[in-house]
């Protein structure tokens, strides 16, 4: 028994070091991979119908912003930048990998710009993805905060599914947009956790 603790708990190793090593870089619009901490746009993938993502007062709330797609404007996306629970040691972004997403502007409502999933509106039963997550720490307490970017067809999409905690209990949706939620002047798209998801891709700021 001696012997085959150790020799399991070395199998066990190999066998995660050899997943981590099948995870394929995430790609942008240039086929270069996508690096943390830099700049980058997030992008639907039929570009010819809107901008990219952005924040938005939306549901006749002042506060939280919530993460919108505009469909109509092209110059109020806002970039983000890309930051792993665990690095790896050229600073690629990996797909299937818990994340942050996080982005570079300044809000009245809160200091963080993390996206996170919010509480559950239950007159839509929806959950919507707003800002005010913690950056960084995995654990129970930061769940909401944690997405990954998963290969979609030839695409990309946005995905809730943490396993940064081993007990806790998460539910395991695409990130989608919703053209019910609409301001009158800047027509959007709002996006919430559900089944359809929005096909996405990725441009260097």
Known sequence: MKILLPFLSFLLLAFCLVQADNQQPVLDMSHKELQMGTDYFILP???????????????????????????????DEIPVTFLPAVTTKDGVVLESTDLNIKFKTKTSCTKSTIM??????????????????????????????????????????????????????????????????????????????????????????
């Open 45 to 75: 993938y039929n570009v010819t119908y809107g901008g990219g993502l952005s924040l938005a007062a939306t549901r006749g709330k002042t506060c939280p912003l919530e993460v919108v797609l505009h469909v109509e404007r092209y110059d």
């Open 116 to 205: 996170k999933v919010d509480n559950y509106d239950r007159s839509r039963k929806r959950y919507y993805l707003t800002v005010g997550g913690v950056e960084g720490n995995p654990g129970y307490k930061t769940i909401k905060n944690w997405f990954k970017i998963e290969k979609y067809n030839d695409n990309y999409k946005l995905m809730y599914c943490p396993t940064i905690c081993e007990f806790c209990k998460v539910i395991c949706k695409n990130v989608g947009a919703y053209d019910d939620v609409y301001d009158d002047t800047i027509p959007y798209s709002v996006f919430a956790l559900r089944a359809e998801p929005q096909m996405v891709m990725f441009r260097k700021a």
